[in-house]
């Protein structure tokens, strides 16, 4: 016997709404890689080019430099404001979101088209139609 739990999770697991989140969600995640290999790999170096040579990873603000033993070795990592990591995820963010932007205004668009395309349902018989007035003459003696 299946406790009351299980079978509460497994109604609330297999709903279409939580499916389809899921499912958005999964796919939402590849995207979002896809888009950061986009602008990471294909837009910002030529962006960069343009502008003297530049890898916007590289791009930040030294604080306070590494200290290194004499054989080397970092005693103390550097500290640094990586504004140029921030610039690449704010394009990233920028792309995905007017991607989506795209994507529900390209569905919400069929969408009305669906709507327009819908037939309108067919007037009922006129022996309906005659019942329907009599039913309704009907209820308005009986309500006075």
């Keep these: ?14 709903r279409g709404n ?4 899921a499912v958005g969600i999964i796919i939402g995640g590849a995207f979002g890689k896809i888009v950061s290999s986009l ?9 960069g080019l343009l502008i003297g040579g530049v890898n916007f990873t590289d791009l930040k ?8 033993s004499p054989g080397g070795e970092v005693v103390k990592p550097a500290v640094s404001i990586n504004y140029g990591n921030f610039l690449q995820t704010t394009l990233d963010f920028l792309i995905i979101s007017f991607s989506i ?3 529900i205004r390209l569905l919400s668009k069929l969408q009305e088209k669906k709507k327009e395309e819908a037939p309108a349902p067919a007037a009922p018989p006129a022996d309906v139609q005659l019942l329907t007035e009599i039913r ?3 209820k308005n003696k009986q309500d006075k």
């Design 101 to 103: 932007f795209l994507l």
């Design 39 to 47: 602008v990471a790999d294909v837009i910002m170096p030529p962006i």
């Design 1 to 14: 016997m299946k406790s009351k739990f299980l079978e509460d999770f497994k109604k609330f697991a297999m």
């Design 61 to 68: 603000i030294t604080l306070e430099k590494a200290v290194l």
């Design 18 to 21: 939580v499916v389809d989140m």
């Design 136 to 138: 309704d003459l009907l």
